[in-house]
């Protein structure tokens, strides 16, 4: 199975479920609530752990009692997590997640400043591929570079604000809508030839638009929770290119580790193998 590196923000995560989002200055009382690890980096390693995969995490956490709670959890979880570095005197990022009836979320978060300058403090742990965000842009620009000069992939997951460094070093830039609009209204194709990579915009329950003018509709399923699906998208995106899918392959692959993720809640919503195989083949066969 691949292994693959996931560089980025590490977070912990008050989920609150909601029946609606609340009115300013009102009080209510959440219908579950939970305290999870998050972060885009760690919910991709935790899809790709749950694939099979070999999972190693780079960012960091602060020398606090939830840092400890966050490392207990990876260590459960199975990802690698000797990348991951501790900020003396910092306290570890934290969410809280109003997640309401309709399976939206909205997130407030709290991250170190010092994130976007972290940068690798050891070797570089076998690999092949690596996946980041742009919440650590130094230590993803290190990552990047190494896996091209080795030819692996690296993946971007391309959130706003978009640090433009790092583009030179990606091969396959998967936008969100709001990263997609941050290169002010230039098109896919555009964005793909000028930085000389794959492109492609994720859409939530939309069909994933590619920088070649295909597109990739996802499953049907019912969402109970969207939190974190883009993550898992990356995760399962980055997972299949390293094991040797092309893009095409690897989109569908993606399209339905997410479509499964948000179809359930808690610990057990992430996807296996087998399940994510036997959703994109069944797919396959509905759009013949």
């Not at 583009?167 to 809508?177: D, K, Q, R």
């Not at 930085?195 to 996802?218: K, L, N, Y």
């Not at 499953?219 to 092309?246: Q, R």
């Not at 095409?248 to 296996?272: I, K, M, Q």
């Amino acid at each position: 199975m691949p292994t693959v590196i996931c560089a980025g923000l590490i977070t912990l995560d008050a989920v609150y479920e909601l029946t609606a989002y609340p009115k300013e200055g009102s009080k209510v009382r959440a219908n579950a609530a939970r305290l999870v690890p998050g972060g885009g980096a760690l919910l991709a390693a935790t899809a790709i752990a749950r694939l099979g995969g070999k999972a190693r995490l780079a960012g960091a956490v602060g020398d606090d009692l939830l840092g400890e709670h966050v490392r207990d959890h990876l260590k459960r979880r199975g990802i690698d997590d000797s990348l991951v570095q501790t900020l003396e005197g910092e306290t570890t990022s934290h969410s809280a997640v109003l997640v309401t009836g309709n399976g939206e979320r909205t997130i407030v978060n709290r991250r170190s400043d010092h994130l976007p300058d972290l940068e690798l403090t050891a070797g570089i742990p076998d690999h092949d591929a690596v996946l980041a965000d742009t919440r650590c842009r130094a230590l993803a620009s290190g990552l990047f570079h190494a896996a091209r000069q080795d030819g692996k992939p690296t993946v971007l997951d391309g959130e706003v604000p978009l640090p433009v460094e790092l583009l030179p070093a990606v091969s396959h830039l998967a936008l969100s809508e709001q990263g997609l609009a941050g290169f002010h209204g230039q098109s896919l194709a555009g964005i793909a030839a000028q930085h000389g990579c794959w492109a492609c915009v994720t859409r939530g329950a939309a069909p994933v638009q590619v920088h070649d003018g295909t597109e990739f509709a996802p499953p049907p399923v019912t969402p109970l929770d969207t939190l974190g699906a883009g993550d898992v998208w990356h995760g399962a995106f980055a997972f299949a290119l390293a094991g040797g899918s092309d893009e095409p392959d690897a989109v569908r692959f993606a399209n339905a580790a997410a479509a499964l993720f948000v179809s359930r809640t808690g610990e057990g919503r992430y996807p296996t193998l087998k399940e994510v195989e036997e959703k994109r083949d069944a797919k396959a066969e509905t759009d013949r």
